[in-house]
């Protein structure tokens, strides 16, 4: 596995001295057969008064930390190194019986996977269902793989990305009607689409590399967004309809959740006039380790 060293700093400023509300921080890189953790830090500016690290209900590392004092700035850095394997989607092994779609996940894994296939988005209309059911109706739609492949690339394809620094997610409606969006708004429609097709998904953010020289990808900013399917067999896989990709290759995972809303990478409040906030500026770099001889993952600055 490369190793790769992870930078993310986040700076909110204030026209003067604000108080500092509870603020969770979402930043740690998740443990997994396919990415190791060697080390990590989080560093804030004022010094909090406590910090306490804690597991939310979907495994993801949160800090939680609270402030005594004023200031008109703060500061978030969070620094780590780790082994990642990007893997290809030659690797993933379904199940038989889960290789034609449609099929049912088994009783044992049904109750668990039942959240992950509720709808969260209204369709009175049933747009997001027929613009899934294009896809299992094309030819090989039968083959689940090969139906969700090319709903990710058609996404990658159809659709423009368009950087949006504001918070909010488009619904799954108004990225179909704009035929745009963010990486967060791609992976709520596509959540939305493989739920409308009766199978399990999931919200991931984290961040994006280049695991070659001369592969450039769109999306990101800060973090990124893409989807998580479930698929017996090899479990959950990724798909990241921004780019139409399939599999891990790229992708450094941090929050795994049901909803985008539970997997904000930071979230907290302030007590000051109104007006004080001025702005807030992301900074984050994935880059090769410098003793690493995997010489073939190269930087891509978000």
Known sequence: MPLLELSHVT????????AFGEHRIMVR??????????????????????VR???????????????????????????????????????????EYARSYPFTYSSEEMPDLLRSIERQHLDPLRVVDEWARRFVEAPGGNDTLGMLTAMTRTIRQ????????E????????TLARGRGTCRDFATLMIEAVRALGLAARFCSGYL????????RRGGGNTHAWVRV???????????????????????????ARDIYQAVPISGTYIGPPG??????VSVDVRLAEHSHASSVTALRL
């Open 230 to 256: 479930y698929l017996p067999g090899t479990g959950w896989i990724e798909f990241d309809p921004t780019n139409g990709i399939v599999g891990n290759r790229g992708l450094i995972r941090v929050a795994i």
């Open 53 to 95: 690290w804690l597991q939310d209900v979907f495994g993801n590392s949160v800090a939680v930390a609270t402030f005594g004092s004023r200031a008109s700035e703060l500061r978030f850095e969070s620094h780590c190194r780790l082994h990642h394997d990007p893997a290809e989607s030659d690797r993933i092994a379904i199940e």
């Open 276 to 281: 004080s906030f001025i702005d807030m500026d």
């Open 209 to 216: 590399y280049s695991p070659s020289a001369g592969e450039r």
């Open 167 to 174: 918070k909010g997610t488009q619904s799954p409606l108004e």
């Open 11 to 18: 700076t909110y400023r204030y026209r003067q001295p604000v």
């Open 29 to 50: 890189p998740r443990e997994s057969y396919d990415q190791h953790l060697v080390d990590a830090s989080l560093s804030i500016t004022p010094e909090p008064q406590s």
């Open 158 to 165: 159809e659709f423009t990305y368009v950087g949006r620094p």
